[in-house]
């Protein structure tokens, strides 16, 4: 019985050796191995093989790019404003070594640098310029980081300023200038848009008249065109019938009642060279039972002499 109680106790020794001797390494990582508390050699990923009970492991370390986000933080501005900045730092250990025997804790150390290097940078800004200069701010800080963590065999590779939350009255300062500067912008693309709209209203007005105008001189002369085509044709088929005193003066006869048309017409104006062309009619009167009256012509005006009374 207690030869199978000792069997068993080796056996477990033996497992528990072999567990100790055989060491598998994941991927991305690394391992520390001490021997008496002294540093040997670092494990890296596959299997690896230690001796039992004389090395041991120390420290395990992810080899992967870290995120590390750290509360807000308040720092003070050059012109005496208190600002919040949440802050996310990717890093990457590179030699595990360093990151294990160089500092007690890299995660802490980073942390704090970053704060009294934040206070540093922004100390020497004003706060609009720090609500601009993030990618100032970024570079500033993770060139001071990444100098500084080289030899805790830690690569910052980037730092980003989650956010800058100013105090609650600067924000709403902040605010009623954005909304002022929106209002002022609307106003003014408001009014830029009237005059605009002005500009091409008087435009078109403008392009109107002037086609209209010379339209109403294109009608106009065509107007007179066609009075002086109507005129020429008319004095060319009086020219080609030849007429005479008599039909010209029969003809002013007839024209004579049209232009006595209406209430107005008082006074009519019968020029004296009519005169010569209505002695032809005498007899054409005659015809119409006698002479009734004789028309005389002047320059100045006429003159009708009413006949004698039987």
């Known amino acids: ?14 497992f528990i050796a072999l567990m100790k001797t055989v060491q598998v390494i994941p991927q991305a990582s690394a391992a520390i191995v001490e021997r008496f508390g002294r540093y040997t050699r670092t494990l890296n990923a596959g299997l690896n093989i230690v001796v039992p009970f004389i090395d041991s492991i120390r420290n395990r370390i992810d080899l992967r790019e870290q995120v590390v986000p750290f509360p807000p933080q308040p720092v003070i501005t050059q012109d005496n404003l208190v600002v919040n900045i949440d802050t996310v730092i990717y890093y990457q250990v ?17 942390e704090q640098l970053t704060v009294t290097t934040l206070r540093n940078i922004i100390g020497g800004m004003d706060l609009e310029r720090t609500l601009t200069s993030r990618e100032e701010i970024n570079a500033a800080l993770r060139g001071v980081l990444d100098e500084a963590t080289g030899k805790w065999g830690i690569r910052v590779n980037r730092v980003e300023l989650k956010a800058i939350e100013p105090p609650t009255s600067i924000q709403d300062s902040m605010e009623k200038q954005m909304r002022a500067d929106r209002d002022k912008r609307a106003a003014i693309l408001t009014a830029e848009g009237i005059r605009q709209s002005q500009i091409l209203t008087a435009e078109g007005e403008k392009q109107s008249a002037i086609l209209r105008a010379e339209g109403e001189a294109k009608a106009a002369a065509l107007r007179a065109e066609g009075e002086a085509q109507a005129i020429r044709t008319v004095f060319e088929s009086i020219h080609a019938g030849d007429p005479d005193e008599k039909l010209l003066s029969y003809q002013y006869l007839q024209m004579l009642p049209k232009i006595a048309e209406g209430d107005a017409n008082k006074l009519w104006i019968v020029p004296s060279e009519i005169g010569d062309a209505l002695k032809g009619l005498s007899g054409a009167v005659g015809n119409f039972g006698g002479p009734r009256g004789v028309v005389k012509t002047t320059k100045e005006s006429p003159r009708r002499e009413e006949p004698p009374i039987d």
């Open 94 to 110: 590179t030699d595990a070594r360093a990151a294990t025997y160089e500092v007690s804790s890299f995660i802490q150390a980073i």
């Open 1 to 14: 019985m207690a030869i199978i109680i000792v069997l068993i106790i080796l056996v477990v020794l033996v």
